[in-house]
């Protein structure tokens, strides 16, 4: 069994900043993918960035360049920095990770953007 936790949420006025992080643990043996997701209010949920576990990233294209993903494979752990935050940013912020070939998510964090 797998558990992510997400921390790092909160209320932040537009134009501020914010870092999610996400810490795994469990059953690994090797920590794949791992990517943030976000749900907005009455929206599906969505892919804000992922990254490999050799670092190679990928980004929706309206967070790319404010939003920044990294990961630190001996603490198992993923972080999303968020810069210039826009209320349309407000969301449930989910972390998953693909172990053994399976998906695994946190129960999310929220972040609510003040405009």
């Known amino acids: 069994q797998v558990q992510l936790v997400e921390s790092g949420g909160g209320l932040v006025q537009a134009g501020g900043s914010l870092r999610l992080s996400c810490a795994a643990s469990?059953?690994?043996?090797?920590?794949?993918?791992m990517s943030w997701y976000r749900q907005a209010p009455g929206k599906e949920r969505e892919l804000v960035a992922a990254?490999?576990?050799?670092?190679?990233?990928k980004y929706a294209n309206s967070m790319a360049g404010r939003f920044t993903i990294s990961r630190d494979n001996d603490k198992k752990m993923v972080y999303l920095q968020m810069n210039s935050l826009e209320h349309e940013d407000t969301a449930v912020y989910y972390c998953?990770?693909?172990?053994?070939?399976?998906?695994?998510w946190g129960k999310g964090t929220l972040v609510t953007v003040s405009s």
């Open positions: 469990g059953s690994i043996f090797t920590l794949d993918v």
């Open positions: 998953n990770a693909v172990v053994g070939g399976l998906n695994y």
């Open positions: 990254i490999s576990p050799g670092g190679g990233t």
